[in-house]
């Protein structure tokens, strides 16, 4: 079993819908989460960042974490198709230490 | 000006051959990493280095060496290239102070015939 566990999707919703993204984990010393977008054909670009439990939001994105379940979630809301983009989430266990990815979600809006 | 940038982007190479990717960066960043990515395996990392006298593997270092030459260049070396070696890489940098958000290249499209 991988560490980090992410469905590839690809997921489509039309534009407006709600978008639910989610990560599972198994190593409980993960401490540091984050969530990556990217775009076709270019590199990965931090969205959100999280550290320990709990929720963060920014704008129509809220990153939750549960570590009781080892379970990260990404919430987009009123999705647009500028959205469409590969969603990878992120981990590590303390800052100096190398991020470990799930495979992304590959995400559609349409119009 | 890219923040980090990667050269060559495409290139296509036999099996056999030597070939070396390299990163730049210009954001004074400490930490540079080397990624590839699959389709439907996501990013795995090859190598990692955290300043210049630093080099560690990551968990796909095997047919893979690397070289930090200074602070903003990282280059990524494949010895013998083999077919199974196509993939996507990425360089990435972070600062210590931050080593949660890191920050990527554009990518370079490797093949190997």
């Known amino acids: 079993q991988k560490e980090v566990e992410q469905d590839p999707g690809p997921l489509s919703v039309p534009e407006g819908a709600i978008v639910s993204l989610n990560c599972t984990y198994s190593n409980s010393a993960f401490q540091y989460f984050m969530w990556y977008r990217q775009y076709s054909r270019k590199g990965p670009e931090l969205l959100m960042y999280?550290?320990?439990?709990g929720n963060k939001e920014d704008g129509r994105f809220t990153a939750q974490v549960d570590k009781s379940s080892k379970y990260i979630s990404l919430f987009i809301r009123d999705s647009q198709p500028s959205d469409s983009a590969t969603y990878l989430c992120a981990m590590c266990n303390q800052a100096g230490t190398a991020l470990i990815f799930g495979k992304g979600t590959t995400l559609s809006v349409s119009s | 000006d890219a923040d980090v940038t990667q050269t060559p982007r495409n290139r296509i190479t036999k099996t056999g051959k030597r070939i070396m990717l390299e990163c730049s960066q210009t954001k004074g960043h400490d930490r540079m990493y080397w990624y590839r990515q699959d389709p439907g395996l996501g990013l795995q990392l090859i190598y990692y280095s955290f300043d210049v006298k630093d080099i560690n593997k990551g968990e796909i270092s095997d047919g893979y060496s690397v070289s930090r030459q200074a602070q903003a260049k990282f280059s990524l070396s494949l010895e013998s290239a083999i077919p199974n070696q196509t993939a996507l890489y990425f360089c990435?940098?972070?600062?210590?102070?931050?080593?949660?958000?890191?920050?990527f290249g554009p990518g370079t499209r490797l093949t190997v015939l």
């Open positions: 990435a940098t972070s600062d210590r102070t931050s080593t949660d958000t890191q920050y």
């Open positions: 999280t550290y320990s439990s």
